[in-house]
């Protein structure tokens, strides 16, 4: 059974960074992998804002472009989100969710809180 545990989400100050973390567990293979960051704001729908997949490449949305940086560390079995010069519009839950092939149904983590407030 594929289970995503996210955390790293806090409260961070306009400006401030945090880095999320996905862990992954229950894959039974070294093949397709495609692991997304996806957020959703207070009173919104889901939006995309970054991917990583089997060979490594990586895709931003243009609004966190520039600012945000999916990497992963394939030994852990964990991807991560940097975001830097956080903004209160980037106040979400934020969720990563995984996928074991291209027509498979997606695997959801719980979310974790980020709140960007002065």
């Known amino acids: 059974e594929v289970q995503l545990v996210e955390s790293g989400g806090g409260l961070v100050q306009p400006g401030g960074s945090l880095r999320l973390s996905c862990t992954t567990s229950?894959?039974?293979?070294?093949?397709?992998?495609?692991v997304n960051w996806v957020r959703q704001a207070p009173g919104k729908g889901l939006e995309w804002l970054s991917g990583?997949?089997?060979?490594?490449?990586?895709y931003h949305s243009s609004s966190v472009k520039g600012r945000f940086t999916i990497t992963r560390d394939s030994a852990k079995n964990s991807v991560f989100l940097q975001m830097n010069n956080l903004k209160p519009e980037d106040t979400a839950v934020y969720y990563c969710?995984?996928?074991?092939?291209?027509?498979?149904?997606?695997?959801w983590g719980q979310g974790t809180q980020v709140t960007v407030s002065s």
């Open positions: 969710n995984a996928r074991e092939c291209t027509s498979c149904p997606a695997y």
């Open positions: 229950g894959f039974n293979s070294d093949g397709y992998r495609a």
């Open positions: 990583i997949y089997t060979d490594g490449d990586t």
